[in-house]
């Protein structure tokens, strides 16, 4: 576990103060935040597959690896220290 400091605005603060007894807004505002960051990772996996299914990035994608594969390359040459 870790404590943390969060500000909230007033209007916020004082609904959460209100309908939320003091004893059970830790697990609540846990359970909300993961809550929340599930469904953000969802919205990103979407757009991922949506994205990956556009014919467009992919050609971008083969390009920028075509790149780095010829980056590396160069890299791999290069003295060390």
Same mark, same amino acid.
């Given at each position: &576990?870790?404590? &943390?400091?969060?500000?909230?605005? *007033?209007?916020?603060? *004082?609904?959460? %103060?209100? !309908?939320?007894?003091? !004893?059970?807004?830790?697990?609540?505002?846990? @359970?909300?935040?993961?809550?929340?960051?599930?469904?953000?990772?969802? !919205?990103?996996?979407? %757009?991922?597959?949506? %994205?990956?299914?556009?014919?467009?990035?992919?050609?971008? @994608?083969?390009?920028?690896?075509?790149?780095?594969? /010829?980056?590396?390359?160069?890299?791999? /040459?290069?003295?060390? /220290?």
């Amino acid at each position: &576990m870790r404590k &943390m400091t969060l500000t909230l605005p *007033d209007k916020l603060a *004082d609904q959460f %103060a209100k !309908r939320v007894p003091a !004893r059970e807004r830790s697990r609540f505002i846990s @359970e909300a935040l993961s809550e929340k960051l599930i469904r953000r990772e969802r !919205r990103l996996i979407r %757009a991922c597959e949506i %994205a990956n299914r556009n014919p467009d990035v992919a050609s971008l @994608e083969r390009d920028l690896d075509m790149q780095q594969d /010829g980056i590396l390359k160069c890299w791999a /040459g290069a003295p060390m /220290g």
